[in-house]
């Protein structure tokens, strides 16, 4: 049984280079939204995802339809956390392939109601917008319930030791931290993701109503 003090947020990074941006407005993000869920006594349990390490399995899912155990994992994770968090660098004023390769193997009504805070990094502003007409339309068209601050970094934002050197950015990481945590304060424990029920054994299948077995 899941513990009600607890929430589990999974962080998915779609940065391509090593260290990136990407990743490094996506665990500002999670710090943030880590310590208002424990200024609201939540202890919160956080997964990072890496999606350019599972670039290959992607492709391999999107060929065969089968994801492999690790990519299986990983989007089980996804599917059964309290929070999420979603950040991708913005390429021609849209999210990155490998972006939405990941989000096209997540069932369609997977993210349902699921608290999730959307984040991009880009060359420069002009690419902002891409929150509101990218990212957000995608995680909408998969039920997620999108916090209202989406936070976007530019290469200018960061200072030295990837210190953000703009105070607004700051005070935007902050504030929409604070609304992931008290959204997934707001809502119970999910639990782990069972991706298909328990199967009915072959011999029941055989027996008649009266005989077989209350499963509910």
Do not use: C
């Given at each position: 049984?899941?513990n009600p ?10 940065g391509?280079g090593q260290?990136s941006?990407?990743?490094l ?21 956080v997964?990072?995802?890496e999606?350019?390490e ?5 492709t391999n ?17 996804v599917?059964?956390?309290d ?16 972006f ?6 997540i069932e369609?009504?997977g993210?349902a ?18 929150l509101?007409h ?17 936070v ?36 119970e ?7 298909f ?8 299948q ?5 005989r ?5």
């Amino acid at each position: 049984m899941t513990n009600p003090a607890t929430r589990s947020l999974v962080v998915v990074s779609a940065g391509i280079g090593q260290p990136s941006t990407t990743r490094l407005l996506a665990d500002r993000l999670s710090a943030a939204a880590e310590r208002h869920l424990v200024d609201a006594g939540v202890e919160p349990r956080v997964q990072v995802v890496e999606l350019r390490e599972h670039a290959q399995d992607l492709t391999n899912n999107l060929l065969t339809g089968f994801p492999s155990p690790k990519l299986e994992a990983v989007i089980d994770a996804v599917l059964g956390a309290d929070g999420l968090i979603a950040v991708s660098p913005i390429f021609s004023a849209s999210f990155s392939g490998l972006f939405k390769l990941f989000f096209d193997v997540i069932e369609r009504d997977g993210l349902a109601g699921m608290p999730t805070l959307i984040a991009a990094t880009g060359g420069t502003a002009r690419h902002s917008l891409a929150l509101e007409h990218a990212l957000r339309p995608l995680l909408a068209y998969l039920n997620a319930g999108a916090v209202p601050t989406g936070v976007y970094a530019a290469a200018d934002d960061w200072g030295s030791a990837g210190i953000p050197a703009d105070g607004s950015l700051v005070e935007r990481i902050d504030r929409a931290g604070r609304e992931l945590a008290v959204a997934m304060v707001a809502r119970e424990p999910r639990g782990a993701h069972v991706p298909f029920p328990e199967p009915i054994p072959f011999e029941e299948q055989f027996q008649s109503p009266k005989r077989r077995p209350d499963r509910a």
